[in-house]
């Protein structure tokens, strides 16, 4: 198994542009989730999702868009780059069942707001 | 919603020496999840140890123990005879019971692990 991959690992965007940061898992995970890592903050949830075709807002959503039209892919958009969205990108994924509730974590994106 | 408070934002250990982390939490719910996370300078995110709460047995993992102290909502990693590859970021997680449909975890600010020579 890959587990779970992103792509780009590192990413210069302008002000303005758009990009979508790809999380994909071969584990049939039916949870999905982003976070961002900034200094000092920890990690924090940007969207997640429980199965294809559901999806939900976390702590800091604004400025992000999610979809999930398969159980292996969970893409993050952002529509509209800002120098705030600079920051570590981390996708994870889990199983649902009660035993089976550790996230794995991708490698993250570094992305760059200038 | 639940808090994840990392009381340490640095701590420093000998080589071979012993080190505490602390991590306290808040939260209504009786059942949950405890994680402990170690970010090395390569980003990677690590499980290094997990606790469910139903479960009054602290769990173990080679060096790696905690001290669950559920009344008190504590929730410490121990590191013992400790390695200059334990040097890293340790993140102390909850997580709700999956099958209650809201299942993120939620992440204290992390603590800066040295480990001196």
């Known amino acids: 198994n890959a587990g779970v991959t992103q792509t780009p690992k590192f990413q210069v965007l302008k002000t303005g542009q758009s990009m979508t940061l790809q999380c994909a898992q071969d584990?049939?995970?039916?949870?999905m989730s982003w976070y961002r890592q900034d200094p000092g903050m920890g990690l924090r949830l940007i969207h997640y999702s429980v199965g294809a075709g559901i999806t939900d807002q976390g702590e800091v959503p604004n400025g992000y868009n999610v979809s999930r039209s398969t159980t292996e892919d969970f893409p993050l958009r952002l529509l509209s780059a800002a120098p705030s969205q600079t920051s570590v990108y981390f996708c994870a994924s889990s199983y649902r069942g009660r035993h089976t509730d550790t996230q794995y974590f991708g490698p993250g994106t570094r992305l760059t707001v200038l | 919603a639940q808090t994840v408070t990392q009381s340490q934002p640095e701590m420093s250990v000998q080589e071979a020496e012993t080190v505490t982390l602390s991590c306290t939490y808040d939260t209504s719910e009786s059942d949950y999840y405890l994680f402990w996370y170690k970010q090395p300078p390569s980003r990677q995110m690590i499980l290094v140890i997990r606790q469910e709460a139903y479960k009054q047995q602290n769990a173990t993992e080679n060096r790696f123990s905690v001290n669950f102290q559920k009344a008190a909502k504590s929730f410490s990693l121990k590191i013992s005879d400790s390695q200059l590859g334990d040097a890293a970021m340790y993140f102390c997680a909850y997580r709700s019971p999956v099958n209650s449909g809201n299942t993120p975890l939620v992440f204290g600010k992390g603590t800066r692990l040295s480990v001196i020579a």
């Open positions: 584990m049939n995970h039916e949870y």
